[in-house]
Structure formats: structure tokens, C-alpha cells
Nanobody
């Protein structure tokens, strides 16, 4: 059974940092691209970042570039999202997702329909 379990969310002040974790099981981790999406009330789900486990290459949405860093520990089947310089507009539920394409190209990297497996989400709240 495929499972993606997020953790690390919480409440932080603007300018602060959080590290999210996504623990994966039930599939061959190295054969997948793992991504983070977020969704806040009344807004569409937004792709934040992904890492292609086939070659380790990350990709970031413009809104988080330079502030967020994604990394993958293939030995632990875990992907991390280090979030620095957080802003109130980063407030959302953050979801981890997996796509069975280890080399998703840039065009498809943050398209939610490319991801067939999803976690339950973890809440991130940034206060001003």
C-alpha cells in the first residue's frame, strides 16, 4: 500500500523557518518524482517544489524560489522541504505527492494531475 505521511507543519512568525517531511512507503522511491503542493481556503492547489529522484534535480515555483529548499534522503525514503523567510501568504495546507516518473520535465513538474499518490497534508500557518 502506497503511503505518504507529512509532518513538520505548525505556527511560525513571519521571517521564521519550518522543515516539512514526507515519509514514503509502498513503492520504489527512486523511480518517482516527489512534490510539495499547497492549498489555502478559497484558492486553487499550487505546486511548490518537486525533486526528481531519477537524477536528484529540484524544481521550484517562482513564489518560493530562493526561500525554500527541497531535498531527498533515498536511504530513508523521505523528502524534506526546508522553508525559510516565511511569509503570511505561505499559510496553507501542504501536501506531499508522488508521480511514477522519476524524470518529470519542467513543463509537467508541478502539474497536480501528474501525481497519482497524495498524503493527508500538514498545516502551515505564518503569522504577521
Amino acid at each position: 500500500e502506497v503511503q505518504l505521511v507529512e509532518s513538520g507543519g505548525g505556527l511560525v512568525q513571519a521571517g521564521g523557518s519550518l522543515r516539512l517531511s514526507c515519509a514514503a512507503s509502498g513503492f520504489t522511491f527512486d523511480d518517482y518524482t516527489i512534490a510539495w503542493f499547497r492549498q489555502s481556503p478559497g484558492k486553487e492547489r499550487e505546486g511548490v517544489s518537486c525533486i526528481r529522484n531519477g537524477n536528484g534535480r529540484p524544481y521550484y515555483a517562482d513564489s518560493v524560489k530562493g526561500r525554500f529548499t527541497i531535498s531527498s534522503d533515498n536511504a530513508k525514503n523521505t523528502v524534506y522541504l526546508q522553508m525559510n523567510s516565511l511569509k503570511p501568504e505561505d499559510t496553507a495546507v501542504y501536501f506531499c505527492a508522488a508521480s511514477p516518473n522519476a524524470f518529470l520535465t519542467t513543463f509537467y513538474a508541478l502539474q497536480s494531475r501528474r501525481y497519482g499518490y497524495w498524503g493527508q497534508g500538514t498545516q502551515v500557518t505564518v503569522s504577521s
